[in-house]
T-cell receptor
Framework: EPEVTQTPSHQVTQMGQEVILRCVPI?????FYWYRQILGQKVEFLVS????????KSEIFDDQFSVERPDGSNFTLKIRSTKLEDSAMYFC??????????????FGDGTRLSIL | GQNIDQPTEMTATEGAIVQINCTYQTSGFNGLFWYQQHAGEAPTFLSY????GLEEKGRFSSFLSRSKGYSYLLLKELQMKDSASYLC????????????FGTGTRLLVSP
């Protein structure tokens, strides 16, 4: 079964540094998402992406964050000038193989980001 | 605003049946999803309701009442591997179908 893949599985970064989290969505999906989950808390929506542009973003997704689809397969989340409170598990998800976003979103295994 | 409520924790015995409830108040509604999440792992899709009624998928069933803002996930013939968190998520009709998650219900299955 096709999967969403994320790299790296764990990223440790000094506060103030930039970090890029990478995702390869399921190949025929058209809608891509980033969520985060701070340890012990609920999964929170960050951003959705369709047709090479952001379609919706949450209040968490401020100017520190950006997303990009640099080629036909990768979908990246960049966090500039990381803060301690950015430490969390970041999940990429995708859906919409028939152009319909009203489908289950499939999640990758996540990247655990630790800011020191 | 968006509000999704689930019990924090439940316990059950192997072989039993357990029902996990979820109530929601969201600004729009385009479906309710149940995910399973083992500690430190990704949410895995279990079940999806758009219309009122019961959806059955093997040992798992999910029910929806849109008028009551209520859903439940029913797990039958519980196995030890079912010990996990169960996340209720609403696809709110606020744009491109983001999922709004509840805090999850931690289920512990004992022998």
């Amino acid at each position: 079964e096709p999967e969403v893949t994320q790299t790296p599985s764990h990223q440790v970064t000094q506060m103030g540094q930039e970090v890029i989290l990478r995702c390869v969505p399921i190949s025929n999906h058209l809608y891509f998402y980033w969520y985060r989950q701070i340890l012990g808390q609920k999964v929170e929506f960050l951003v959705s992406f369709y047709n090479n542009e952001i379609s919706e973003k949450s209040e968490i997704f401020d100017d520190q964050f950006s997303v990009e689809r640099p080629d036909g397969s990768n979908f990246t989340l960049k966090i500039r000038s990381t803060k301690l409170e950015d430490s969390a598990m970041y999940f990429c998800a995708s859906n919409g193989d028939d152009g319909n976003s009203n489908q289950p979103q499939h999640f990758g295994d996540g990247t655990r980001l630790s800011i020191l | 605003g968006q509000n999704i409520d689930q019990p924090t924790e439940m316990t059950a015995t192997e072989g039993a049946i357990v029902q996990i409830n979820c109530t929601y108040q969201t600004s729009g509604f385009n479906g309710l999803f149940w995910y399973q999440q083992h500690a430190g792992e990704a949410p895995t899709f279990l079940s999806y309701n758009v219309l009122d009624g019961l959806e059955e998928k093997g040992r798992f069933s999910s029910f929806l009442s849109r008028s009551k803002g209520y859903s439940y996930l029913l797990l039958k013939e519980l196995q030890m591997k079912d010990s996990a968190s169960y996340l209720c998520a609403v696809m709110a009709n606020t744009g491109f179908q983001k999922l709004v998650f509840g805090t999850g219900t931690r289920l512990l299955v004992s022998p």
